[in-house]
């Protein structure tokens, strides 16, 4: 019997080996494979761990001794927890290679003859090991089916089935595309927290009310038909069985969690594909819903349900999001990996060996893992929302956190713009504005916060969601101060541009007029674009306000003199002076500068388009010690541009990142210089890109430029 | 004890019980439901009936690949019931109560006053 106990240890111990494999090779190309692989792919394996097949592979037993060592070695055996055991372990046989039944060799128990009590004892234990194991790999079994019995009983007791032929109608239509010929039942049991299907061959679906949005409800069925569809209630207790045989192995418990959620993930994505990219937010949506108020049973045991747990939500949530088909390159590299994973489920094989029998059989992991994170019943969501708000937030998710603000009460909603507004992140602060009560007080509160502070990117936002009326008042009120950017915005959201190009233009000419009255009063003339100092052509003619915030500047090549005004306290020009040498080498040094160093890189960036969201890679660059970046990008559309270097494969950790907001009335522009170097920054080969990440951006223009330094 | 119906199943009931043969098929029920104005699925047309089934008002007999469908409850057996659940509801289990409400209330017409005056008479003779 001892002999079985080893050819089923081998089989964990190979099993794991597979699982191991398996769920490092998720951990490389998570979203990059299908789910529906990732979650058939470990039949395979379970597969492995019930069926003693490959008792052939004899003819590999070179390969074998090889793998024998590598287990003995890798497999991360718990070591000897028994102290009955520990009297034996030292007699246990060396690796054995690949013979199978040898039970001479093998069974420690036959070495041991000396008549110390104590060993008797062990070897009484050692040889009804297998006892112990079935015991408890059975009392495991009925423990599982009792609870789902429970559950079953629990779900039956409050059942009512639909009467709405309507309803009936539409399941039996969405049964029909989902290609389901078996008549699905549907029942109500206010009990049930989510939607969940039951019963192996009479199918019922449950709901937790009637009171359902159709579209909410079509997703619903479509999510639990695909269940129904791929049988997933057998491969669920298939499993099952799979955990309560092999209850001393970790790695098999490890494994299960990983179905149930890759469950899951493949069911979405399967729903995803029949409904269509497009309805993947929708379909977030109905998931978000349905777990509004999980958990009065613990009922993700046997039965499918719609939403699992909270923190496999999230993740679904996302993956949801990301959902795109796969490429055909992908779907080539999924075939090979599974030939590799069958071969290798295959090519491990059964074979009792020495490391395989010295797995302990007391790993105390008997509690069976089944029921893990059901969260208690309560008034919760909100505040369930708030901290998946703070999850999508940091995460920099801007879709997911747009559904989850509405779920918000207003005071968290509230002290989320707080949030926003101050650290100045718009374009979360734009979405959320859009899911606000069309009176909410907030409304008025930030624009007057956002008026006061001038941060008239924020209060257009705002604007967006305002009446007529309102936006009348505060435009009256920008009129009255003179404030030119808010009259912009506000003429611009009630349609009449037009009265503000009127204004602008004629306010411009008074400008205008007056600036040529001022340089008249110091003896510079104006005619046209050509400046006139005591009846001289200018040449460079510079006008710095002292704040230094605007300035004119106008070159003409055929002039003779360089001058600038020179301003008083008060900023008025005071009078003209002829420009030093110096100034004028200064002056023009800095708008060429750069030009006249061999080793710079210049980097073109030209699009006509640049789409809402997107990133666009520019290529690799090697970045050493003290070399000088200089962006100086402008786009035409959209209202933020991010310029920034960070390494391949992690995007979201920006280096020498400019994310710049248009100002109204102003071209949205990236311009600054940055210089390599430690602390702050690593050298290293990294990527450009370039990033529209609120409104796409149009006719981008202009160039990156990366100065060597030790060429210089 | 004879369950409750739902309208659906109800009128299902309806045209089984209104079915000169004695036993129904699956498309006569399903023309039945069109003519009535109230088609439905083929599918919501099976569950309904294998509930009918569970509440024991039909049986299903497979005769090759189709079910003939058979009344385990009458149409009487069914309105005998619903009245004297209606009349324990409603009157307290008094049949004078509903008699009298209904000829109180002007729910007959002449006719069918003189009709249930017959059927008394009938029936005290037959007792």
Same mark, same amino acid.
């Given at each position: =019997? ?8 081998? *089989? ?31 039949? +395979? ?117 639909? @009467? ?31 939607? /969940?299907?039951?019963?192996? @061959? ?30 997933? $209630? ?17 790695? +098999?418990?490890? $494994? ?49 349900? /719609? ?128 899911? /606000? ?28 969601? =305002? ?8 435009? %009256? ?8 950017? @808010? ?15 009127? $204004? ?56 003779? +003199? ?16 002829? =420009? ?10 800095? *708008? ?48 933020? $541009? ?33 210089? +390599? ?32 330094? %030790?060429?210089? | ?67 003939? #469908? ?20 409603? #009157? ?20 069918? #006053? ?14």
């Amino acid at each position: =019997m001892n002999a079985v106990l080893k050819t089923f240890l081998s *089989m964990s111990v190979s099993g794991g080996l597979l699982i191991l494999t398996l769920l490092l090779v998720k951990r490389f190309l998570k979203d990059k494979i299908s789910r529906q692989w990732q979650y058939y792919i470990w039949l +395979v394996v379970v597969l492995r761990l019930l069926l003693p097949f490959g008792s052939e592979v004899n003819l590999l037993g070179k390969t074998y001794q090889a793998v024998d060592q590598t287990i003995s070695q890798a497999a991360p055996l718990p070591q000897q927890q028994q102290p009955p055991r520990n009297a034996t372990g030292g007699n246990l046989a060396p690796a054995v290679g690949a013979e199978r039944y040898n039970e001479t060799v093998n069974n420690p128990a036959d070495d041991v003859t000396t008549a110390s009590p104590l060993q008797d004892i062990g070897t009484l234990f050692i040889d009804h090991i297998w006892l112990a194991w079935l015991i408890v790999a059975l009392g495991l079994l009925i423990r599982k089916i009792t609870i789902y019995q429970g559950f079953i009983r629990y779900i039956n007791a409050g059942l009512t089935p639909v @009467f709405d032929i309507g309803l009936l109608d539409r399941l039996s239509i969405a049964a029909k595309q989902s290609g389901i010929k078996k008549p699905i039942e549907l029942c109500i049991n206010p009990l049930v927290s989510s939607p /969940l299907l039951i019963g192996f @061959f009479h199918p019922c679906i449950v709901l937790p009310g009637a009171d359902i949005p159709e579209k909410d409800f079509r997703y619903i069925i479509l999510h639990e038909l695909t269940h129904y569809k791929r049988r997933d $209630m057998f491969y669920k207790w298939l499993v099952q069985i799979t955990v309560c045989l092999h209850w001393f192995n970790p790695f +098999v418990h490890l $494994m299960s969690r990983e179905i149930t959620k890759a469950c899951e993930f493949s069911c979405d994505e399967a729903v995803l594909a029949k409904i269509g990219n497009g309805n993947a937010q929708d379909y977030g949506k109905t998931l978000l819903d349905a777990m509004a108020a999980v958990g009065k049973y613990k009922e993700n045991l046997g039965a499918v349900t /719609l939403s699992e747990n909270k923190q496999l939500l999230k993740e679904r949530l996302c993956a949801i999001m990301k959902f795109k088909k796969k490429s055909t390159a992908i779907r080539f590299l999924t075939g090979v990996l599974t030939l590799c994973v069958i071969l290798g489920a295959a090519f491990v094989g059964v074979y009792p060996t020495a490391a395989a029998a010295n797995q302990p059989s007391g790993k105390h992991s008997v509690s069976g893992g089944q029921n893990s994170t059901q969260v208690g019943t309560g008034e919760k969501s909100s505040k369930d929302y708030s901290s998946l708000a703070e999850q999508y937030y940091d995460a920099g998710s801007l879709p997911l956190f747009e559904i989850t603000f509405p779920r918000l009460d207003e005071n968290a909603q509230k002290k989320w713009l707080e949030k926003l507004y101050a650290d100045g992140d718009f374009a979360f602060f734009s979405v959320s504005v859009r899911w /606000l009560d069309t009176n909410s007080a907030l409304f008025t509160d930030f624009a007057e916060k956002a008026y006061a502070d001038d941060e008239t990117a924020f209060f257009s936002a705002l604007t967006d969601c =305002m009446d007529e009326a309102e936006l009348e008042l505060w435009l %009256d009120r920008a009129l009255e101060d003179g404030n030119w950017a @808010f009259q912009s915005i506000l003429f611009g959201k009630l349609n009449r541009s037009e009265e503000f190009d009127e $204004m602008e233009e004629k306010q411009e000419k008074e400008w205008a007029e007056a600036q040529a009255a001022e340089y008249r009063a110091v003896g510079v003339t104006t005619d046209g674009k050509d400046y006139y100092y005591q009846g001289r052509l200018v040449n460079i003619f510079l006008d710095i306000r002292p704040n230094k915030s605007f300035y004119t500047l106008n070159i003409n090549p055929k002039g003779t +003199v360089n001058i600038k005004t020179v301003r008083d306290a008060e900023n008025k020009i005071a009078g003209v002076s002829y =420009m030093t040498e110096a100034e004028v080498t200064e002056l023009l040094g800095d *708008m060429d500068g750069s030009d006249d160093k061999t080793d710079v890189e210049t980097i073109p960036v030209i699009f006509d388009t640049v789409a809402a969201g997107e990133t666009i890679s520019l290529g690799e660059y090697t970045l050493s010690d003290g070399d000088e970046i200089s962006y100086n990008i402008s786009a035409e559309t959209g209202n933020r $541009m991010k310029v920034f270097f960070a390494k391949d494969g992690q995007e979201d950790v920006a280096y020498w990142s400019v994310n710049n907001l248009r100002q109204p009335g102003k071209s949205l522009e990236c311009i600054a210089d940055f210089t +390599v170097g430690i602390p702050a920054t690593k050298p290293g080969i990294y990527k450009l890109y370039i990033q529209a990440p609120d409104g796409a951006l149009r006719n981008v223009k202009g160039s990156v430029l990366i100065a060597s330094a %030790d060429a210089s | 004890m004879v369950q409750q119906l739902s309208d659906a199943e109800l009128e299902i009931m309806k045209i089984v019980w209104g079915n000169s043969e004695e036993v129904s098929l699956f498309p006569y029920i399903m023309n039945g439901l069109a003519e009535k104005g109230k088609p439905c699925q083929k599918n919501t047309l099976i569950v309904l009936l294998s509930r009918l089934i569970d509440k024991g008002f039909l049986s299903a007999k497979k005769v090759g690949r189709r079910n003939e #469908y058979t009344t385990l409850i009458s149409e009487m057996e069914y309105q005998t019931a619903q009245t004297k659940k209606f009349m324990d509801k409603i #009157y307290e289990g008094s049949v004078k109560g509903l008699v009298s409400n209904l000829i109180f209330g002007d729910l007959l017409a002449d006719e069918e #006053y003189e009709e249930l005056k017959r059927l008394l008479e009938k029936g005290k003779g037959q007792q």
